[in-house]
């Protein structure tokens, strides 16, 4: 159910209005809109009594949301959702892209630092980095835990760029909550649910990954766990799903971008490094990416992949990035937006070093 307010309603009406929900034994989400504020209800099981919510001050109609998930939904907010950090440019969704790159794994203080002092130099404005890595082997690399978590803050500040980490559990959520912006949940936790309630609970942004066999409703229904605690700062993530084609990792499903956005407000990036798991198929998916209407791409860089301790063979070097964000940067306006570049801190050798790369 859903409560539409009038364009005019004060904040006083809006605010009665949850009270009233709330008695009715109900959750109040109030989403404000361009035009008007639309307040979700949720924690009905069946038919709602709508009480007498119709008749209160301000109020423009109440009507019924039919699909499974609602706050997520387009019909309660027809507005792109934009997630903005304090004190930085730095956006996902609305017109600008959203860059998000760095390695699969932070491996050690040097790689990482490296890493990101070229990222940052080409102009991207989030770093990727894995504390706790959910791999499919027990022996393979777990991840440095909390000291990845603390080179990451110490390249927040060194290079002015954003920090997104995964989270695996309960345990690991609260930490990467604490020192990172934006809270990852991966792919093969899409469905835990008591994960999710609990990034919730959180006030930072959720970035969720599609689950490898998750049909659009199923990706959906889990930023409608996390958007039912209170976070409505959700961040879709498209990363391939499970097929029988053998000539990628993953068979990355492109044509989920526009199904989701015509369906819901949250914005939607893709990763086409998990996507296809082949250095040489990141950059022509990254553009397709761009062109298919997604808001931003999550890329996995390292400076020496051959090295790396995971995803070496997806991994592209920091002068594809580079080329990659060219590239990006002139074909966004063509589908109505703009690349933003230099939201981190470059240094001069790292600019050096990608000139000198171009020219090769
Ligand atoms: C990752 O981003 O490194 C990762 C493990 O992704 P996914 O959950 O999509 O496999
Ligand atoms: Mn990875």
Not at 26 to 51: V, W
Not at 166 to 172: M, R
Request: hydrophobic share 40%; charged share 25%; aromatic share 4%.
């Amino acid at each position: 159910m859903l409560v539409v307010m009038k364009a005019q309603a004060t904040q006083e009406q809006i605010q009665a209005v949850c009270e009233a929900i709330e008695r009715l034994g109900f959750r109040a989400h109030p989403l404000p809109g361009a035009q008007r504020t639309a307040i979700g209800i949720t924690g009905n099981q069946g038919e709602m009594d709508r009480g007498n919510l119709e008749e209160l001050p301000g109020v423009a109609e109440v009507i019924r949301v039919s699909k499974a998930y609602k706050l997520a939904s387009r019909d309660v907010k027809e507005e792109d959702t934009v997630i903005r950090f304090a004190g930085t440019d730095a956006a996902i969704g609305g017109r600008s892209l959203a860059i998000i790159a760095g390695p699969c794994s932070i491996e050690s203080r040097e790689q990482a630092m490296a890493i990101a002092e070229l990222v940052a130099a080409s102009g991207a404005q989030f770093f990727r980095g894995g504390a706790y890595k959910p791999r499919t082997s027990p022996y393979a690399f777990q991840g440095l835990g909390l000291e990845a978590l603390r080179i990451m803050a110490e390249i927040r500040t060194r290079f002015g760029l954003r920090i997104v980490t995964e989270a695996i559990d309960n345990e690991t959520l609260d930490l990467a909550a604490e020192w990172a912006d934006v809270v990852q949940i991966g792919a093969r936790n899409m469905q835990n649910y008591s994960l999710l309630k609990h990034a919730g609970q959180l006030r930072k942004p959720v970035l969720i990954k599609r689950g490898l066999s998750a049909t659009l409703e199923e990706f959906l229904m889990a930023a409608e766990y996390v958007m039912s605690e209170g976070n409505y700062e959700v961040i879709l993530c498209e990363r391939g799903v499970r097929t029988f084609a053998d000539h990628t990792r993953n068979t990355l499903d492109l044509s989920i971008v526009p199904a989701i956005r015509r369906v819901s407000h949250l914005p939607i990036l893709v990763d086409p490094s998990h996507g296809t798991g082949k250095r040489d198929s990141v950059l022509p998916m990254a553009r397709a990416a761009v062109a298919a209407g997604a808001d931003g791409i999550l890329v996995e860089v390292h400076d020496h992949p051959e090295k790396a301790l995971s995803d070496g063979p997806q991994s592209i070097y920091p002068d594809q990035f580079a080329r990659m964000m060219d590239e990006l940067e002139r074909i966004a306006p063509v589908v109505g937006r703009n690349l933003p570049r230099g939201g981190g801190y470059a240094t001069e050798s790292a600019l050096q070093s990608i000139h000198e790369s171009k020219r090769h």
